[in-house]
């Protein structure tokens, strides 16, 4: 059974600050990460893809990958309030159909 | 920017009706999803589709669960007949090829509400 696995939270952290969030995934053949933001009652919305080992920033949001400890992780910079939403971690499963197989979301709560 | 679309955006049935949630993916992608999401639980990966046909399924789409895209641009997922367990959200989505770094993008969702 591939598995993802997040810290459901809540963290909480105040506006301005690091926001920083962890992922380990079960699938070492796994070669294509994902970060999505789900809010309350919406769909996913990707912020960040990660493929290869290291540090890929996008404005305020850095995603890494350490692929040797199977670990995922997002770093929000500069929180802000609207940041506010749960954030799911997901891995695409290589083999057949390429599914995502999607961690059980931390949910982020930033105050102002 | 183009974008997967869902209808309806919220669906209240009886136990026992048929209920078909429909999806149009993104115009030139080949790979179409439908997940769910039970509230409060995390997104689970239902069906693929590629090709016309089923590519992958998960144990939850069992015999009462149906995909088709009938005329090249929608993508519809059947439920036979719901049960109270199937209240959920449904997300379709879609991805334009099998290139590691092409994305899935995901629709609005349909709210299921099984009474």
């Known amino acids: 059974q591939k598995e993802v696995e997040q810290n459901s939270g809540p963290l909480s952290v105040p506006e301005g600050a690091i926001a920083s969030l962890n992922c380990t995934y079960s699938?070492?053949?796994?070669?294509?990460f994902f970060w999505y933001r789900q809010y309350s009652g919406k769909s996913p919305e990707l912020i960040m893809s990660?493929?290869?080992?290291g540090d890929k920033e996008d404005g305020r949001f850095t995603a890494q990958l350490n692929k040797a400890s199977q670990y995922v992780s997002l770093l929000i910079r500069d929180s802000q309030p609207s940041d506010s939403a749960t954030y799911l971690c997901?891995?695409?499963?290589?083999?057949?159909?390429?599914?995502?197989?999607f961690g059980q979301g931390t949910r982020l709560t930033i105050n102002p | 920017e183009p974008e997967v679309t869902q209808t309806p955006s919220h669906q209240v049935t009886q136990m026992g009706q048929e209920v078909i949630l429909r999806c149009v993916p993104i115009?030139?992608?080949?790979?179409f999803y439908w997940y769910r999401q039970i509230l409060g639980q995390k997104v689970e990966f239902l069906v693929s589709?590629?090709?016309?046909?089923?590519?992958?399924k998960s144990e939850i789409f069992d015999d009462q669960f149906s995909v088709e895209r009938p005329d090249g641009s929608n993508f519809t997922l059947k439920i036979r007949s719901t049960k109270l367990e199937d209240s959920a959200m449904y997300f379709c989505?879609?991805?334009?090829?099998?290139?590691?770094?092409?994305?899935?993008?995901f629709g609005p969702g349909t709210r299921l509400t099984v009474l």
């Open positions: 989505a879609s991805r334009r090829g099998a290139v590691r770094t092409d994305t899935q993008y």
């Open positions: 699938d070492r053949g796994s070669q294509s």
């Open positions: 990660i493929y290869s080992n």
């Open positions: 997901a891995v695409n499963i290589i083999q057949g159909a390429q599914k995502l197989v």
């Open positions: 115009s030139n992608h080949l790979y």
């Open positions: 589709f590629y090709n016309n046909e089923i590519s992958e």
